[in-house]
């Protein structure tokens, strides 16, 4: 893989092992297999992030459950057919693994950048408290022609700068990986819980197209 193309996603957590390994899918005979890891946040929450973990970098029939573990790769996205709709699913491409006994830097725990395109127009909204917020669609690049489409979310100053950013403008993105639990709404009479997952932004430069 070209060297350039995974220097343009590059995500780093260290957190605890929270499940189980479910099988995803394989290619070329390599299964590929899905676990969750909570990453602390510095206010005392947790992240529950997906990483998509080869059967050939761990051994995916033990139970990890508990154990800390540093994962090293990028944040990749997929299709998932539903029906008549396509859901957009993320989850962290672990190339190296790394066990932990102590850790105590938790400043370090999620990292992530970003080098990419903007593929929609950005969402620039206040929320009831009057905070400003900025949702954005980054197209990160791939070898082989295809892309990662990474959901963003930026706050402030960074909101408020994002808003003016144009479609096909090339912008680079430092900040952690994030989940968050919302409601989708399915029918009149049903609801579902689900999480969703973004990058949420701490510095950004954007490059005009």
């Given at each position: 893989?070209?060297?350039?193309?995974?220097?343009?996603?590059?995500?780093?957590?260290?957190?605890?092992?929270?499940?189980?390994?479910?099988?995803?899918?394989?290619?070329?005979?390599?299964?590929?297999?899905?676990?969750?890891?909570?990453?602390?946040?510095?206010?005392?929450?947790?992240?529950?992030?997906?990483?998509?973990?080869?059967?050939?970098?761990?051994?995916?029939?033990?139970?990890?459950?508990?154990?800390?573990?540093?994962?090293?790769?990028?944040?990749?996205?997929?299709?998932?057919?539903?029906?008549?709709?396509?859901?957009?699913?993320?989850?962290?491409?672990?190339?190296?693994?790394?066990?932990?006994?102590?850790?105590?830097?938790?400043?370090?725990?999620?990292?992530?950048?970003?080098?990419?395109?903007?593929?929609?127009?950005?969402?620039?909204?206040?929320?009831?408290?009057?905070?400003?917020?900025?949702?954005?669609?980054?197209?990160?690049?791939?070898?082989?022609?295809?892309?990662?489409?990474?959901?963003?979310?930026?706050?402030?100053?960074?909101?408020?700068?994002a808003s003016g950013f144009e479609v096909g403008a090339r912008v680079?993105?430092?900040?952690?990986?994030?989940?968050?639990?919302?409601?989708?709404?399915?029918?009149?009479?049903?609801?579902?819980?689900?999480?969703?997952?973004?990058?949420?932004?701490?510095?950004?430069?954007?490059?005009?197209?």
């Amino acid at each position: 893989m070209s060297e350039k193309m995974i220097e343009n996603n590059k995500v780093n957590v260290i957190g605890e092992i929270v499940s189980g390994f479910t099988f995803s899918h394989e290619v070329f005979g390599e299964g590929f297999y899905m676990v969750e890891v909570a990453v602390n946040r510095l206010s005392d929450q947790a992240d529950t992030i997906p990483l998509m973990v080869s059967e050939r970098l761990l051994d995916v029939h033990q139970d990890y459950t508990g154990r800390t573990i540093e994962a090293i790769g990028q944040f990749r996205s997929y299709n998932r057919h539903e029906g008549i709709k396509n859901r957009l699913m993320l989850s962290i491409f672990v190339r190296e693994v790394h066990f932990m006994e102590e850790f105590t830097d938790y400043t370090k725990t999620n990292q992530i950048f970003l080098d990419g395109y903007i593929c929609k127009q950005p969402i620039y909204r206040k929320t009831p408290l009057g905070r400003e917020i900025a949702d954005i669609l980054l197209a990160v690049n791939r070898p082989y022609g295809k892309s990662d489409y990474i959901p963003c979310i930026s706050w402030g100053r960074n909101a408020r700068y994002a808003s003016g950013f144009e479609v096909g403008a090339r912008v680079r993105i430092w900040g952690r990986v994030q989940s968050r639990e919302y409601t989708k709404k399915l029918s009149e009479t049903e609801c579902e819980k689900r999480v969703a997952y973004e990058v949420s932004i701490s510095k950004m430069e954007c490059e005009e197209a």
